[in-house]
């Protein structure tokens, strides 16, 4: 028994993708961005800068307290720089700490706000241009690739998995180059003030370094799943919000509820997983760090016990080892942050490294302006190997002439028309307009000459005037009202509230079916493109809309090379040739039946 829940199921429950395998391609992906970036590589330094002075105004922080203490509370007398503060009251060294203390705050809020704001704006338009570089790109790709790529996932892609990155770019400009700095002064005030204590506060960074790349791998893994299952949610989304009128004409919204959520508790599960993991580190690097600093405890503390050391110097060694962890923790946060941006850097690197687009020959030439033949020659193709669709198809086209191909569904008549729109490559034969075979055609050129109507029109949330320019975006309002005329828009569009600036909602929905169609077929009387193909213009119409959209068709088309693909006999009618395209497997039944094994005869003309 066929489950009726399977179109559902496929929609929210199953778009789960392979999990890719292999190390995150952080480094190549850098490559990838670099163009993007390298605009700002200006005001990222700039953002390093500010963070560097921020750096510098964090070490001197503890000075006005150091001079409150030992200058006006401790009474302690000033030397060199400071020795003009000798001749100064307490309360005056009290009051020049005190306000010292908050200009060195407010510089360095001025400081950390100003790198903030920088390193933002920098990311932000890192993102903006790695977004249109991948759009641009995932324009190109075939549509083999976008088959096989779900919407929702391009989209989590080009979106969080973005800003995953520009987290790191931030990260890099604010963390790295100051918390280094600093560690470098720490430690070198560190290892000059006290080498032994020094060394013995210091054993432990080895270790802390070996777990930190430990945590690092853990965390890019679970981000890994992390960002996986968020593209999954964003697919099974996309698809199930894209059918939401099948959803409730079916009565599925219980359903779909379910599969929504089952998808979005496995995000909710890998998020926290990931969260966990990430959270782990920090008790981990605290008990590492403080384990280092026991250890200074009891060893220096026998030191003191032993005469060889101050008290006063072991609480020193003690505050700048506390100075020192404050970056190696840093440092190891700025580790998560680009085990996350590799997780994501990975997905993004996957789009924008494909390479199955269908792209201009290198010497790919203009289509001419008027095309006397379209001819298909021996053509073979397939969606997926082992699986053909077409099978030595031969059909020719002469200028002016309309051609209707009829056959049963899956017979591949969409198919051939996607082929001459080169929307995929064929396996075998060709495809040629006056003998040039598409594949070496300038596509742009190419897509100018042909204009297509598909089976579903592809309206967009635009005016039915902006979405009938879509077929020749230099289109005046006078020839898009024009076409509208051809096309019998003109019919209703009236009777829309604001006429042809009325906005038809998303995929045209505020139009009935035959509305649609006819939007469509203005579009493509809008274009002075001398091929017309239609797909199945009439499917799914009552009498009286299908016989309005037939005559539309007739004054829309008039003087061009009409392909038209139906089920619809009527059709036939304003055709002047039909063409009957038998599904490929009763080819190779009757082939092998009448032992013909290379009979090529899936086209039968039927010459009226
Ligand atoms: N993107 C795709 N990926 C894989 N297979 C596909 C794809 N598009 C179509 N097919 C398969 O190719 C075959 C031909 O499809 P096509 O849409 O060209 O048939 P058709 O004759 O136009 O059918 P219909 O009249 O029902 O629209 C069908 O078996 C279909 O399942």
Same mark, same amino acid.
């Given at each position: 028994m066929v489950s009726t829940e399977a179109p559902l199921e496929r929609a929210g429950?199953?778009? &789960? &993708?392979p999990r890719a395998t292999g190390r995150p391609h952080l480094p190549q992906a850098l490559a990838i961005a670099a163009p993007a970036a390298r605009p700002h590589l200006a005001a990222l330094a700039g953002t390093g800068a500010l963070a560097l002075l921020g750096a510098g105004a964090t070490l001197i922080l503890p000075w006005p307290l150091a001079l409150a203490v030992d200058h006006a509370i401790g009474r302690r007398q000033s030397t060199g720089l400071l020795a003009w503060m000798n001749d100064l009251s307490p309360e005056t060294v009290l009051v020049l700490a005190g306000v010292a203390l908050v200009l060195i705050t407010t510089l360095s809020g001025l400081l950390a706000f100003g790198s903030t704001a920088l390193g933002e704006r920098s990311a932000e338009g890192i993102g903006a241009r790695l977004r249109q570089t991948m759009f641009e790109h995932t324009m190109d790709l075939s549509l083999r690739w976008h088959d096989r790529m779900p919407h929702g996932e391009l989209l989590s892609r080009m979106t969080s998995d973005i800003t995953r990155m520009l987290d790191a770019v931030i990260a890099v400009a604010t963390i790295l180059l100051p918390e280094t700095v600093i560690l470098v002064v720490v430690l070198v005030v560190l290892t000059a003030f006290d080498p032994r204590l020094a060394l013995i506060g210091l054993a432990v960074v080895p270790l802390l370094a070996l777990l930190a790349e430990r945590q690092r791998r853990r965390v890019r893994a679970a981000q890994q799943d992390a960002r996986e299952e968020a593209g999954n949610l964003f697919a099974a989304t996309g698809d199930l919000l894209r059918n939401v009128r099948a959803v409730q004409a079916f009565g599925r919204s219980e359903k779909a509820r379910k599969l929504f959520g089952r998808s979005n508790e496995r995000v909710r599960k890998a998020e926290v997983r990931a969260a966990i993991v990430s959270a782990r580190w920090s008790p981990i690097a605290e008990i590492v760090l403080a384990l280092g600093s026991g250890l200074v405890l009891i060893i220096g503390g026998g030191y003191v016990l032993h005469g060889s050391l101050s008290t006063g110097d072991l609480l020193v060694v003690l505050a700048y080892l506390g100075e020192l962890y404050s970056p190696v923790r840093s440092l190891t946060r700025l580790s998560s942050i680009l085990a996350k941006a590799g997780a994501s850097a990975r997905r993004v690197q996957e789009v924008l490294s494909a390479s199955d687009a269908v792209v201009d020959a290198p010497r790919a030439r203009p289509v001419p302006e008027r095309i006397q033949e379209v001819r298909f020659d021996g053509v073979g193709f397939s969606y997926e190997q082992g699986h053909p669709v077409l099978r030595d198809f031969d059909l020719c086209l002469s200028a002016g002439e309309t051609v209707c191909l009829l056959g049963p569904s899956g017979a591949g008549k969409s198919t051939i028309l996607h082929l001459l729109l080169r929307l995929y490559d064929v396996d075998a034969g060709a495809v040629r307009l006056d003998g040039l075979d598409v594949r070496d055609c300038e596509r742009h050129s190419l897509r100018q000459r042909i204009a297509f109507v598909p089976q579903d029109p592809w309206l967009f949330d635009a005016s039915v005037a902006e979405n009938i320019a879509f077929g020749a975006l230099e289109a005046t309002r006078d020839e898009v009202e024009e076409a509208g005329r051809l096309a019998l828009v003109d019919e209703f569009v009236h009777d829309l509230p604001q006429g042809y600036d009325t906005p038809l909602g998303e995929d045209g929905v505020r139009l009935s079916g035959g509305q649609r169609r006819r939007v469509a077929l203005a579009r493509a009387a809008v274009s002075q493109a001398p091929i017309v193909l239609l797909d199945e213009p009439t499917a799914s119409l009552d009498p009286v809309s299908s016989a309005t959209v037939v005559q539309a068709i007739r004054t829309a088309t008039l003087r061009r090379t009409v392909l038209i693909v139906t089920h619809d006999e009527n059709l036939a009618a304003i055709a002047d040739r039909v063409v009957h395209l038998s599904k490929l497997d009763d080819v190779t039944d009757h082939a092998k039946k009448g032992g013909e094994q290379n009979a090529a005869y899936q086209a039968t003309d039927l010459v009226r």
């Open positions: 429950g199953s778009i &789960r &993708r």
